[in-house]
């Protein structure tokens, strides 16, 4: 029964309402499972008291292990160049790989349609912890060992990793969930009313599922993304929700932030708008205004990811879109025109940067592609990879855990689909003809 409840099955969105409630139906079956023996893998738990439960946070909840299976040796048949290796391959029994964050020490969170959190070190599993909610939609790791987790019902959860260096395992602790709950308790009597009236930006938490989610450069603040169509944005030093964007038509696919207080935002109307933020020592609370339109009407932008160094005028935006385009924008050019990626793709879904200069994007058509800047300020193709038998949904860079002198660079790539598949990759930067790939 608790293998049912908790595990990788998809969870059921037939009895979920609009209007979630502030004490969530997963907290009272965590209080039914506290006498259940512990499954292989689960933290034992403790019985949570009053003011956890209507807090909403550091509430025991029990992790049921989910069924994966090694699929090592299959797959990734087309690489180029052959210089590329695939590491390791995990299959889920249900649901598919929706979303994923890399962090340092080889660690790699997965979050899918249930309500697991997965951990894995080097391409292996090596744990994980129950987020109360599912499917996910996005995971970003903070600072301190937090990690930021957004799903289904609109809300952010916060986690925090108090492993030790006695701990053999990853051990997280819900430290937060956004909105607080004296905003929720603020809202609870005219939510319904602001909801009706379609007015989300009043609203402190979103009304509709959250997409995406950023950290500012200096991790001061949270930007999320909904289909509500706002961007909200969180100050992260009291928890405390600041203000609300509804400059979108259509739902916030992406958002990212960086360059000096500048913030991006896409939607899936089409628009991309750049914000600044404002800090004047006299208010308490910044805020954003809209500085420019990079893109109006034009196809869906799926995903944002903002490359920024130290270095001066070194940032560079980039977009990509439904219709398969990977766009480009750089700081030093003001954001007043863009480059067109080669080798056109079929709907971007991912994008992702490595320590080094690689960028890659992730489509619909089950390849993975990398790009690197050419010596003429151009992208050019690095490598190109057959990763999944369906669309990418996630993909995720971090340096080569192995020391290397000889050959090219390397780093580590990991990529989720629909196929059920999780894999670990390491890429060389080997400059690939794209005619090689048949398109």
């Known amino acids: 029964m608790a293998n049912r409840n908790e595990g990788e099955e998809p ?53 049921f ?61 090596c744990g994980g912890f129950n987020d109360y909610q599912g499917p996910h939609y996005a995971i970003l790791l ?47 009597f005219w939510r319904k009313k602001m909801r009706l009236e379609r007015k989300f930006e009043r609203l402190y938490w979103h009304s509709f599922p959250t997409t995406c989610i950023c950290l500012s450069e200096d991790k001061r603040y949270l930007y999320s993304g909904s289909t509500d169509h706002c961007m909200k944005i969180w ?14 038509k259509l739902g916030v696919t992406a958002v990212a932030a960086g360059c000096d207080c500048l913030v991006f935002s896409g939607s899936m109307d089409g628009s991309l708008i750049m914000w600044k933020r404002n800090e004047d020592g006299e208010r308490k609370k910044p805020t954003h205004t809209p500085v420019q339109y990079l893109l109006t ?17 070194s940032g560079e935006l ?13 700081e030093r050019s003001h954001w007043s ?14 994008l992702a940067r490595s320590p080094g200069p690689l960028v890659f994007s992730g489509s619909a058509d089950g390849r993975i592609c990398a790009w690197r800047r050419g010596s003429n300020s151009g992208h050019m193709l690095v490598t190109v990879i057959s990763a999944h038998q369906g669309p990418v949904n996630c993909i ?35 400059t690939v003809d794209p005619m090689q790939c048949g398109r």
């Open 235 to 248: 100050r992260l030093e009291d928890w405390k929700f600041i203000e609300a964007k509804l400059d979108h």
């Open 65 to 125: 292990p989910s069924p994966w299976t090694s699929r090592d040796g299959l797959g990734g048949d087309d690489i180029f160049p052959t210089c590329n290796t695939l590491l390791s391959t995990y299959e889920r029994r249900y649901g598919e790989v929706s979303c994923m964050a890399a962090g340092s020490d080889g660690l790699l969170y997965t979050g899918s349609c249930s309500k697991n959190i997965r951990v894995w070190k080097k391409g292996h599993p």
């Open 142 to 188: 903070g600072p301190e060992d937090h990690v930021f987790v957004v799903s289904y019902d609109g809300r952010i959860r916060v986690w925090l990793n108090e492993a030790t260096e006695e701990t053999e395992l990853p051990l997280y602790k819900r430290i937060m969930t956004l909105p607080i709950i004296s905003e929720r308790l603020k809202e609870w």
């Open 337 to 350: 025109s863009y480059e067109v990626l080669p080798f056109r793709q079929a709907a971007i879904t991912c």
């Open 297 to 313: 009407e034009e196809s869906p932008v799926t995903v944002l990811l903002l490359k920024s160094t130290d270095e001066a005028e």
């Open 11 to 63: 969870s059921s969105r037939s009895t979920t309402s609009q209007d979630t409630p502030l004490i969530s139906s997963t907290i009272v079956r965590s209080i039914i499972h506290l006498n259940e023996p512990l499954q292989q893998g689960q933290q034992p738990i403790t019985k949570p008291t009053l003011w956890q439960i209507l807090k909403g946070s550091n509430i025991p909840m029990p992790f």
């Open 318 to 330: 980039y977009a990509g879109l439904w219709d398969g385009r990977v766009l480009v924008w750089k």
């Open 396 to 430: 995720a860079a971090v340096e080569d855990w192995e020391e290397h002198d000889e050959g090219p660079s390397r780093c580590i790539l990991y990529s989720g689909g629909t196929d059920k598949r999780l894999k670990t990759w390491r890429i060389a930067e080997c």
